[in-house]
């Protein structure tokens, strides 16, 4: 996707060892016609995959869910990182290491939202070490609903994760900007 | 907003002391349409008073914060529960008694995002205790920015919130739906 590249490229802060800030636009200030392309973008590759669902976690992962809902007219399930005293008692639940706030997170989605017969589509905002997507992928088993795609706004190339979720999950998986990383330390940001 | 209103009457689960589970399709399900529709009511409720941006906590804050920016052309900021190891080293800070989860949450904006000469929209989800907003109001007037209006999605009418809100900033205190509770434990919904 042409435009979230440029707009790394342009408002992105690359701070060395492959990390670039990009809470000027994706996940701390959003960017709302960027996030807006974003979910087209999605709604656009991900059509004939036909889900029933988008599932994301919270909280980053929120704004391209909810654009790629908007744009194909389906619900959105978030997974919580908290248990809300409301939450009915039985939950599906995984565990992922939190990407860039130590420690681990858990998730938590009710049985409520994701029925058997769903067809789920998976949006992140990251797709960098793939743990958090295997956890997500893990709760969409516990549900026995059927995953139809991996979708991920950024994907950092050099780490694995496209291969840790290919080993659970043999069907599309797709990001709109890759950031690959060179031995001197650059960056690369291609679409 | 009457489409809100009737969403709360049929699918909100009313559990008795004035809470009403309404995470089938405001905060653990997103109702996409609904959602959006919510984001259009905010914009034209407040177009008068000319934000140029829009700022909520995360996580159930971001829906209708996110919408309300996509309708309005403006970018959407959200408070941080957690400081990401990627944010820069001054912040603004407040804290706020957690509404569902018990305990007190950190809010964290970075000033990158919220300029002195900004004019400030406040959304969130849910107006109860109202102590939430009061904090986000503290990191406005932190920033110097001026806050121009505050908007809620669904407001619990006898918790005093709007009364907290009213003390600390003199604007348009807006909600999309009312929740009246009865001396019998029964409740209202009205927009």
């Given at each position: 996707?042409?435009?979230?590249?440029?707009?790394?490229?342009?408002?992105?802060?690359?701070?060395?060892?492959?990390?670039?800030?990009?809470?000027?636009?994706?996940?701390?200030?959003?960017?709302?016609?960027?996030?807006?392309?974003?979910?087209?973008?999605?709604?656009?590759?991900?059509?004939?995959?036909?889900?029933?669902?988008?599932?994301?976690?919270?909280?980053?992962?929120?704004?391209?869910?909810?654009?790629?809902?908007?744009?194909?007219?389906?619900?959105?399930?978030?997974?919580?990182?908290?248990?809300?005293?409301?939450?009915?008692?039985?939950?599906?639940?995984?565990?992922?290491?939190?990407?860039?706030?130590?420690?681990?997170?858990?998730?938590?989605?009710?049985?409520?939202?994701?029925?058997?017969?769903?067809?789920?589509?998976?949006?992140?905002?990251?797709?960098?070490?793939?743990?958090?997507?295997?956890?997500?992928?893990?709760?969409?088993?516990?549900?026995?609903?059927?995953?139809?795609?991996?979708?991920?706004?950024?994907?950092?190339?050099?780490?694995?994760?496209?291969?840790?979720?290919?080993?659970?999950?043999?069907?599309?998986?797709?990001?709109?900007?890759?950031?690959?990383?060179?031995?001197?330390?650059?960056?690369?940001?291609?679409s």
């Amino acid at each position: 996707m042409e435009a979230l590249v440029q707009k790394i490229k342009s408002a992105g802060t690359y701070v060395g060892g492959g990390i670039v800030k990009v809470d000027s636009f994706l996940n701390h200030q959003i960017d709302s016609e960027l996030m807006l392309g974003i979910g087209s973008a999605f709604a656009e590759f991900f059509a004939a995959t036909e889900p029933t669902v988008i599932l994301t976690a919270e909280s980053s992962g929120i704004p391209p869910a909810l654009m790629t809902g908007v744009k194909m007219g389906l619900p959105v399930v978030y997974a919580r990182k908290k248990e809300p005293l409301t939450m009915s008692k039985k939950v599906y639940y995984a565990e992922a290491p939190s990407r860039t706030k130590g420690g681990n997170v858990p998730l938590i989605v009710s049985p409520d939202y994701l029925p058997s017969d769903a067809r789920v589509l998976l949006i992140d905002d990251f797709l960098a070490t793939g743990l958090t997507a295997v956890a997500m992928i893990d709760i969409v088993r516990q549900s026995g609903a059927k995953l139809v795609g991996v979708g991920c706004v950024v994907e950092k190339t050099f780490e694995d994760g496209r291969d840790q979720i290919a080993q659970v999950f043999d069907g599309p998986i797709h990001s709109l900007a890759k950031i690959s990383l060179h031995e001197d330390d650059s960056i690369t940001v291609t679409s």
